[in-house]
T-cell receptor
Framework: NAGVMQNPRHLVRRRGQEARLRCSPM?????VYWYRQLPEEGLKFMVY????????ESGMPKERFSAEFPKEGPSILRIQQVVRGDSAAYFC?????????FGPGTRLTVT | QQQVKQSPQSLIVQKGGIPIINCAYE??????FPWYQQFPGKGPALLIA?????SEKKEGRFTISFNKSAKQFSLHIMDSQPGDSATYFC??????????FGQGTRLTINP
């Protein structure tokens, strides 16, 4: 049973470009969560999605960030017009019930 | 507002010792308390979890102690090994919602 998959694992973007991060949940899981981890810090919740629905986006910055989980395909976290402060590790987690299982993360570097 | 407080920030223990990491929470609606282990460059891995109707749970060398009245819980690692050196995060969850993480503890087990 494959775990949570994320790609790319590393992403370098120049300021002003767009970043697209993808997450495929574990088989049978219908809940997807995105978290951000800044260097030497804990994980901070960003958004919780189910298929075609955003359930809780209370942790998402109001501008430039968006997320989706379409009926077919992976969940996408999109960051428009990236700035240096967006440099972080972005983790996706999926769950069927309470337990959330994390993917390996995408490390975004903005130059 | 920090809802889960974790201590210590860092901990150094000799091989075979019993490191103890503590967490305290505020929101009494939390009903699931997992611990995650994270190695550098990797995603958090679910280690062990407990619900508030249980005071203690053991899985292998890892034990969670839970004190509902004090709103505190802790992780104990028995017979610690150098391979246990990692960052440990406690977290709390209400329903199928977002995980709220502690700040993390960087654990080093010296040979």
């Amino acid at each position: 049973n494959a775990g949570v998959m994320q790609n790319p694992r590393h992403l370098v973007r120049r300021r002003g470009q767009e970043a697209r991060l993808r997450c495929s949940p574990m088989k049978g899981h219908s809940h997807v969560y995105w978290y951000r981890q800044l260097p030497e810090e804990g994980l901070k919740f960003m958004v919780y999605l189910q298929k075609e629905n955003i359930i809780d986006e209370s942790g998402m910055p109001k501008e430039r960030f968006s997320a989706e989980f379409p009926k077919e395909g992976p969940s996408i976290l999109r960051i428009q017009q990236v700035v240096r402060g967006d440099s972080a590790a972005y983790f996706c987690a999926s769950s069927g019930q309470a337990e959330q299982y994390f993917g390996p993360g995408t490390r975004l570097t903005v130059t | 507002q920090q809802q889960v407080k974790q201590s210590p920030q860092s901990l150094i223990v000799q091989k075979g010792g019993i490191p103890i990491i503590n967490c305290a929470y505020e929101n009494t609606a939390f009903d699931y308390f997992p611990w995650y282990q994270q190695f550098p460059g990797k995603g958090p891995a679910l280690l062990i979890a407990i619900r508030p109707d249980v005071s203690e749970k053991k899985e292998g060398r890892f034990t969670i102690s839970f004190n509902k009245s004090a709103k505190q819980f802790s992780l104990h690692i028995m017979d610690s090994q150098p391979g246990d050196s990692a960052t440990y995060f406690c977290a709390a969850l209400q329903g199928a919602q977002k995980l709220v993480f502690g700040q993390g503890t960087r654990l080093t087990i010296n040979p």
